[in-house]
């Protein structure tokens, strides 16, 4: 069975204090892994997709990483708007659109 | 503006009156999705549709129907809404090509008694 597994369920960071997020995954065969962030109240944003061990995708302070067992989102002198809930997500070969999500890492900044 | 919009935003219900929760998308997009989010379950997918009259069934599809005449609408259906439905129901759009990077709208909150 394919399963997303998010690792800290919480993360509290002071502002510049660099860290990791990890999204562990099962699946029989990985077409994508997605990357989401979700502010309370509103719908998940779309920030990167990863398709192959060994690539990376960077925005502003985020980077994310894969291999064959994981990804990683980097997260480079955190501000307090980076205070969401990330999430993770994959999509394996042959399953057309069909989309098995993480329950998130939610991520607080303070000042 | 490009956005997902779903209605009603909120509503609470009773045991077995049917209800259909819209979603409408103005980007055009070929894909859409329907997902449910609960408190330590995560976000769940119910259904999905790559494009006109061509639906799937997603993770959770059990008490749900969707139809796709149309290619910016993608309606929700709870024949008979059970306790159990009691959620946070996402949409969600995107490009045929790329269409892993979706575009969700504002959500419905859906409470029934």
């Known amino acids: 069975e394919d399963q997303v597994t998010q690792s800290p369920e919480a993360l509290r960071l002071q502002e510049g204090e660099s860290s990791s997020l990890n999204c562990s995954y099962t699946v029989s065969g990985l077409r994508g892994l997605f990357w989401y962030r979700q502010d309370p109240g509103k719908g998940p944003e779309f920030l990167f997709t990863?398709?192959?061990a060994g690539e990376e995708k960077e925005k502003e302070r985020l980077k994310a990483t894969l291999t064959k067992k994981e990804s990683f989102l980097h997260i480079t002198a955190p501000k307090p708007e980076d205070s969401a809930t990330y999430l993770c997500?994959?999509?394996?070969?042959?399953?057309?659109?069909?989309?098995?999500f993480g329950k998130g890492t939610k991520l607080s900044v303070k000042p | 503006e490009a956005q997902v919009t779903q209605n009603p935003r909120y509503l609470i219900t009773v045991t077995g009156k049917k209800l259909t929760v819209t979603c409408s998308q103005n980007m055009n997009h070929e894909y859409m999705s329907w997902y449910r989010q609960d408190p330590g379950l995560g976000l769940r997918q119910i259904y999905y549709?790559?494009?006109?009259?061509?639906?799937d069934k997603g993770d959770v599809p059990e008490g749900y129907k969707v139809s796709r005449k149309e290619k910016r609408n993608f309606p929700l259906i709870l024949e008979s809404p059970s306790p159990n439905q009691t959620s946070l129901y996402f949409c969600a759009s995107s490009p045929r090509d790329t269409y892993n990077e979706q575009f969700f709208g504002p959500g419905t909150r859906l409470t029934v008694l």
């Open positions: 990863l398709y192959s």
């Open positions: 997500a994959v999509q394996a070969w042959g399953s057309q659109g069909n989309l098995i």
């Open positions: 549709s790559m494009n006109v009259e061509v639906t």
